[in-house]
């Protein structure tokens, strides 16, 4: 049962970056941890942790990943949340400033 979520959240979160880089209008680049460090230092991004623990408390889910990508001129944390009905929650949210750009449901 587990190994069938962690499947399903995986597929998930890969379908959400695909999904954002289907746009015509976006570019979207994923960063490694360690780039993520030298991204966090160079433009003075927030910790990602703030976000995620920011995330949770709103949507009251478990984190489940953070990743920092940056969509055209913008960084931006993905971050996958797993509510108590099950359901998957992706938000978007500003590296700079910590605000919730846009936020998906899992269907």
Do not use: W
């Not at 695909?18 to 991004?45: M, Y």
């Amino acid at each position: 049962m587990i190994l069938l979520i962690f499947s399903f959240l995986f597929a998930s979160c890969i379908g959400f970056c695909v999904g954002a880089q289907a746009q015509p209008s976006q570019q979207n680049q994923c960063f490694s941890t360690a780039e993520t460090r030298d991204k966090i230092a160079a433009h003075g991004l927030s910790e990602p942790l703030r976000s995620v623990e920011k995330a949770a408390a709103h949507f009251q889910a478990e984190a489940l990943g953070a990743k920092l990508c940056r969509r055209d001129d913008a960084f931006v944390y993905e971050i996958s949340l797993l509510r108590r009905d099950g359901k998957i929650v992706r938000s978007l949210y500003d590296a700079k400033t910590g605000q919730i750009i846009e936020t998906k449901a899992a269907k």
